[in-house]
């Protein structure tokens, strides 16, 4: 059980277009979402809270006009980035919390070129 | 939430017991201490979480000092596919959020 799933599950784009990335928990509800993002050789890096029904809690430094988050369903979590430039290049995982523990998906590798 | 040390890297010997040390001499009584691993390329898989008492399960076992001020993750039969980084991480159930904030973790390799 705790199936988190992301699609896709990596993506190249041109410089200035959007892409969206999907995560769903797949065998149960989660009003509770995360979206991180991991550069090489890094520790993940907390971007946003995204809570079902109600806007995302976005860290500190993170713009939320650039990285989009919608959490319009108890079982899917979006997040857009928008206008995306080579800098944006970088892992992205979400997460989903099932009780007192968050299980994570496999991770959506973007390169922007 | 509070910080945790871990050593940057370490090896183990395939079959062997692994020992991953974990220091969070700030822990608060109400945070937990949550181990994550991270397979190359892949997201962070749960291991196992614990609040005072020792815990165990199909994947390993987690011993938290009496004062809680640290812990050990044992892996007990180290394979291969074992190698990974190891995030030991502290949190409160009740912060806002109920973030989880990563560390560097361990960098383990089992060798053959």
């Known amino acids: 059980g705790a199936v988190v799933s992301q699609h896709p599950s990596r993506v190249i784009c041109k410089s200035g277009t959007s892409v969206k990335i999907e995560c769903r928990s797949l065998?149960?509800?989660?009003?509770?979402m995360f979206w991180y993002r991991q550069f090489p050789k890094q520790s993940l890096m907390l971007m946003a809270t995204?809570?079902?029904?109600?806007?995302?809690?976005?860290e500190q430094g993170v713009e939320k006009d650039k990285f989009l988050i919608n959490h319009a369903s108890l079982t899917l979590s979006t997040l857009t980035v928008t206008s995306a430039h080579p800098e944006d290049s970088s892992f992205y995982i979400c997460?989903?919390?099932?009780?007192?523990?968050?299980?994570f998906g496999p991770g959506t590798r973007l390169l922007v070129l | 939430d509070a910080k945790t040390t871990q050593p940057p890297s370490m090896d183990c010997a395939e079959g062997r017991a692994a020992n991953l040390p974990c220091n969070h001499s700030t822990i608060s009584g109400n945070e937990y201490v949550y181990w994550y691993r991270q397979i190359h390329s892949q997201g962070p898989q749960y291991i196992i979480h614990?609040?005072?008492n020792n815990e165990t399960n199909e994947m390993a076992s987690l011993i938290i000092t009496e004062d809680r001020k640290s812990s050990t993750l044992i892996l007990p039969h180290a394979t291969l596919r074992d190698t990974a980084v190891y995030y030991c991480i502290v949190r409160s159930l009740w912060a806002a959020g109920n973030k989880l904030t990563f560390g560097g973790g361990t960098r383990v390799l089992v060798k053959p």
């Open positions: 995204s809570n079902e029904g109600s806007k995302a809690t976005y």
């Open positions: 614990g609040l005072k």
């Open positions: 065998d149960f509800q989660a009003t509770t």
């Open positions: 997460s989903a919390r099932l009780e007192e523990t968050q299980y």
